[in-house]
């Protein structure tokens, strides 16, 4: 039996699964690491490549993103 993890206050992102960002747009994705030019970062892709960027950060390996999606310390953006 699995357990789900509930954010709290000081990690609200933690157990998200799905891009915010993307269901406001009328699409279930689930959060992955992407790579930009920028870094790497917390977002949504569909067969036709990135469609949103979840995360306010950029980071420099995917290890970090990695690690920021699995326990929840990355910054939610709030618009496209």
Not at 28 to 54: D, M, W
Not at 60 to 76: D, F, M, V, Y
Request: net charge negative; proline share 5%; charged share 20%.
């Amino acid at each position: 039996m699995s357990q789900s993890v509930i954010p709290t206050a000081d990690l609200p992102n933690q157990g998200v699964e799905y891009g915010r960002l993307a269901l406001a747009n009328g699409k279930k994705l689930p959060l992955e690491v992407l790579r930009s030019n920028a870094g790497f970062y917390l977002g949504t892709y569909t067969e036709n490549g990135p469609f949103t960027r979840e995360s306010v950060e950029y980071f420099r390996k995917e290890e970090q993103a990695q690690h920021a999606l699995a326990h929840g310390q990355w910054t939610q953006k709030e618009y496209l």
